[in-house]
C-alpha cells in the first residue's frame, strides 16, 4: 500500500499497519512532521505539495493497486486516477454525502445547524470531492455544549477507529458498499465563509467557532472569524 496524507493521523494508521505486518511501500507527507517517525520506521517517503505530479514513482511502488489517503488536503485527479487498477481509498472528516469538502468547514456548519450527531466516511476517491462509493460511517452524539474544539477531538477520535475497524476489509477485497439512498449532498468550502457574518445571530454561531486549540491548524479559518467579531 501507499499512504499519502500528514500528521498524528497518518502516523497513527502507519504504526498500526506496521504492527498487524501491512504492506507498506511508499508514504507521501507534504510536509516533513512526522519524517523522524518515517525514517526511525524505514519507510520510504517524500515530502510533495503535488502528488499528482509522482504518477511514475506511484506506479513503481505500488505492488498491490491501494493508496490510502489519511488527513490529506491534496486532490487526487487524472495523472493518479488513470493508473490501470488502481483503488484510492480516503478517510473523511464528516458524514457522506451530507458533509463533503474541508473537514473544519464541515464541523462548523454542522453546528450551526444543530446537528446532534456527526461522523467520519471511509469512500473510494473518485473524479468528484467526497463523490465516490461508501463503504463505512462511523458516527457520535453532538452534546448540547459541544464547542468546535470538542467535536473535531471527537472526530480524529473515530478517524483512527475507522481506518482500525476496515483496513483488512480493504487488503482482503471485502468492503461492501453502503447504500446512501437520496440523501442531501453537500460540498463545504472555504468559499462559504464568504457570508458566515450573516449567521452572527445563529444561537450556535459562539459553540461552532470556537476553535480553541485548532486556532493553530485553521489559521484562515480563525482569522475570519476573528474578522467577523
Not at 497513527?12 to 518515517?38: K, M, R, T, W
Not at 467526497?130 to 452534546?143: L, M, N, R, S, V
Amino acid at each position: 500500500m501507499i499512504f499519502v496524507g500528514d500528521g498524528a493521523l497518518l502516523k497513527d494508521a502507519l504504526q498500526y499497519s506496521l504492527g498487524q505486518g501491512h504492506p507498506i511501500e511508499y508514504v507521501f507527507c507534504s510536509n516533513d512532521e512526522i519524517a523522524d517517525f518515517l525514517k526511525i520506521n524505514d519507510l520510504a517517503y517524500k515530502i510533495t505539495d503535488d502528488i499528482n505530479g509522482e504518477r511514475e514513482t506511484i506506479r513503481q511502488q505500488l505492488k498491490d493497486n491501494i493508496i490510502i489517503s489519511v488527513n490529506n488536503a491534496q486532490i487526487f485527479k487524472a495523472p493518479i486516477l488513470s493508473i490501470d487498477q488502481i483503488h484510492i481509498y480516503n478517510i473523511h472528516n464528516g458524514i457522506l454525502p451530507g458533509y463533503r469538502g474541508r473537514p473544519e468547514i464541515c464541523i462548523l456548519y454542522a453546528i450551526l445547524h444543530e446537528e446532534h450527531e456527526y461522523g467520519v466516511s471511509l469512500h473510494r476517491i473518485d473524479k468528484g470531492i467526497d463523490t465516490g462509493p461508501c463503504y463505512a460511517i462511523k458516527k457520535f452524539a453532538i452534546a448540547p455544549d459541544d464547542t468546535f474544539q470538542q467535536v473535531m477531538l471527537n472526530a480524529i477520535g473515530v478517524c483512527a477507529r475507522i481506518y482500525r475497524d476496515n483496513i483488512h476489509r480493504i487488503i482482503t477485497g471485502q468492503l461492501e458498499q453502503i447504500d446512501l439512498g437520496k440523501a442531501r449532498s453537500r460540498l463545504y468550502s472555504y468559499r462559504d465563509l464568504e457570508n458566515i457574518g450573516s449567521l452572527k445571530n445563529n444561537v450556535n454561531f459562539k459553540k461552532a467557532t470556537k476553535l480553541g486549540i485548532f486556532r493553530l491548524w485553521f489559521r484562515e479559518l480563525d482569522r475570519t472569524i476573528r474578522e467577523i467579531l
